[in-house]
């Protein structure tokens, strides 16, 4: 049940749909509901949300909110976001907290990858 104020659902733009969805489903395991040819959903992700039809993308240098994913295994995830075609754009840097990797999907959205510091 959602609860009143709290965040419930996260919707991205994506240039290239059917590239978006690929990507995820081969770089994270995600699943999507199709609505229409413009809309695709995704649920169980920590956060349910879906990607629509659009010539603008999320990325950081324009202003967008960053959506920053888990990883038990950070090098691992990052190379199976190249091998789904994603492209580093920061490559994995040391933060206060833990260690992350910002990149692009192919859709054109930039998203980041964080996990727990090397013990």
């Known amino acids: 049940m959602p609860e009143h104020g709290k965040i ?10 059917a590239a978006t969805k690929r990507f995820f489903e081969r770089a994270f395991g995600w699943t999507f509901a199709e609505h ?11 956060l349910d949300g879906g990607f ?8 950081t240098d ?9 990883s038990d295994d950070l090098e691992a995830t990052l ?6 075609g994603g492209m580093a754009v920061k490559a994995i840097f040391a933060f206060p907290g833990g260690r992350r990797f910002h990149f692009t999907e192919p859709g054109g959205n930039e ?9």
Do not use: C, I, M, N
């Open 8 to 17: 419930d659902y996260v919707e991205f733009p994506s240039r290239d749909l």
């Open 36 to 46: 229409g040819p413009d809309y695709a959903a995704f649920s169980d992700q920590g």
């Open 52 to 59: 629509f039809r659009s010539e603008l993308t999320a990325r």
């Open 62 to 70: 324009a202003g967008s909110a960053l959506v920053v994913l888990y």
């Open 79 to 84: 190379g199976k976001v190249q091998a789904a």
């Open 111 to 119: 998203l980041a990858v964080w996990s727990q510091p090397e013990a």
